[in-house]
């Protein structure tokens, strides 16, 4: 199955029963136009940043504003881009057909390209189901054909585990995220809701918010130093500075961990920091647990991404 029109392309993603559509430009900024999570959680650095707004305020940049320049950077794509994309989805297609994920997959994936600049010439994740990706990334890809089909269909496919992942209940996201022993803060089988980490302010003003894993909800527990940890971002400096052309906040990103207690008890949890380390500070046995076959370490909704495209390319 197949139209076109304005190279908007649209085809199968799993045997027949869930479909992809790409290019379609008005769906895709109605998704960034959503005041959704990610919006909602946006730290003072991040609407800085991402606007790269050097010497305004967070304050004075509304969440209108942001999202709106976010909206503004969903282009068309072009037919060749979109018969490119096409390609890779249509083989991405073909590897998932192999897997139970019927019932995983919404019906439709929007697949729609940006300019890059709304997050730092990175791929991600919107909605129940929308996957932007920057031009760059398809024409920075090395190749022909086949081969470099398969490298985005790759990038589609990390990108798929987000979608998969937010359409799912946070029971079965917990059970997946334990494969790597990650375990929720608390989790309500009543509500299927999970405890979320509320952020120090002091850290909050430097977070460096991930599109596609929004919360902190889990962590993990290192038996060799009885502590609990998990990873965040953040901003190395407090103020965005254009020091030369190109600087996004890709800049200013620090991977650090937290280590936390729970102050409550089991029934009411009260997590709270109780310091930070670097990753060159992080015993072997975090990495170890992890399963040391990825650097994208920056959150276990990541770390599992980057599985998933191991399983399935």
């Known amino acids: 199955m197949m139209e076109e029109d304005s190279a908007v392309v649209e085809g199968w993603l799993f045997k027949e029963k869930k479909k992809y559509v790409i290019g379609d430009v008005e769906r895709g900024k109605k998704i960034l136009l959503t005041r959704d999570e990610y919006i909602e959680n946006s730290s003072p650095f991040d609407k800085v940043s991402k606007l790269r707004a050097e010497g305004r305020s967070a304050d004075s940049i509304t969440l209108e504003e942001f999202m709106e320049f976010q909206s503004n950077q969903v282009v068309a794509t072009t037919t060749e881009q979109s018969q490119f994309l096409k390609t890779?989805?249509?083989?991405?297609?073909?590897?998932?057909?192999?897997?139970?994920?019927?019932?995983?997959?919404?019906?439709?994936?929007?697949?729609?390209?940006?300019?890059?600049?709304?997050?730092?010439?990175?791929?991600?994740?919107?909605?129940?189901?929308?996957?932007?990706?920057?031009?760059?990334?398809?024409?920075?890809?090395?190749?022909?054909?086949?081969?470099?089909?398969?490298?985005?269909?790759?990038?589609?496919?990390?990108?798929l585990w987000h979608v998969v992942s937010r359409n799912i209940s946070n029971h079965k996201r917990n059970q997946i995220y334990s494969l790597i022993y990650f375990r929720p803060f608390q989790y309500n089988p009543t509500t299927d809701q999970n405890l979320r980490f509320e952020f120090p302010p002091?850290?909050?003003?430097?977070?460096?918010?991930?599109?596609?894993?929004?919360?902190?909800?889990?962590?993990?527990?290192?038996?060799?130093?009885?502590?609990?940890?998990?990873?965040?971002?953040?901003?190395?400096?407090?103020?965005?500075?254009?020091?030369?052309?190109?600087?996004?906040?890709?800049?200013?990103?620090?991977?650090?961990?937290?280590?936390?207690?729970?102050?409550?008890?089991?029934?009411?949890?009260?997590?709270?920091?109780?310091?930070?380390?670097?990753?060159?500070?992080?015993?072997?046995?975090?990495?170890?647990?992890?399963?040391?076959?990825?650097?994208?370490?920056?959150?276990?909704?990541?770390?599992?991404?980057?599985?998933?495209?191991?399983?399935?390319?």
Not at 108 to 134: H, M, Q, S, W
Not at 277 to 302: A, Q
């Open 88 to 159: 890779a989805a249509d083989l991405l297609h073909d590897l998932l057909n192999d897997y139970n994920l019927l019932d995983l997959l919404p019906n439709e994936v929007l697949i729609n390209l940006t300019t890059g600049k709304e997050e730092g010439d990175a791929a991600y994740c919107r909605g129940k189901n929308g996957i932007f990706i920057p031009i760059c990334m398809i024409q920075s890809e090395k190749g022909t054909g086949f081969k470099k089909a398969k490298k985005v269909a790759s990038l589609l496919c990390h990108e």
């Open 202 to 313: 002091r850290i909050f003003s430097l977070k460096i918010s991930n599109p596609d894993a929004v919360h902190l909800e889990h962590y993990m527990f290192l038996e060799e130093y009885s502590v609990n940890v998990l990873p965040i971002i953040i901003s190395s400096s407090e103020t965005f500075k254009i020091t030369k052309p190109g600087v996004t906040f890709m800049s200013y990103l620090t991977l650090l961990f937290l280590s936390v207690k729970n102050e409550g008890d089991e029934q009411n949890c009260k997590w709270v920091a109780d310091g930070m380390l670097t990753p060159d500070e992080m015993p072997k046995e975090y990495y170890d647990k992890l399963g040391n076959n990825t650097h994208y370490i920056i959150h276990p909704e990541e770390t599992i991404a980057d599985n998933f495209v191991h399983v399935v390319m």
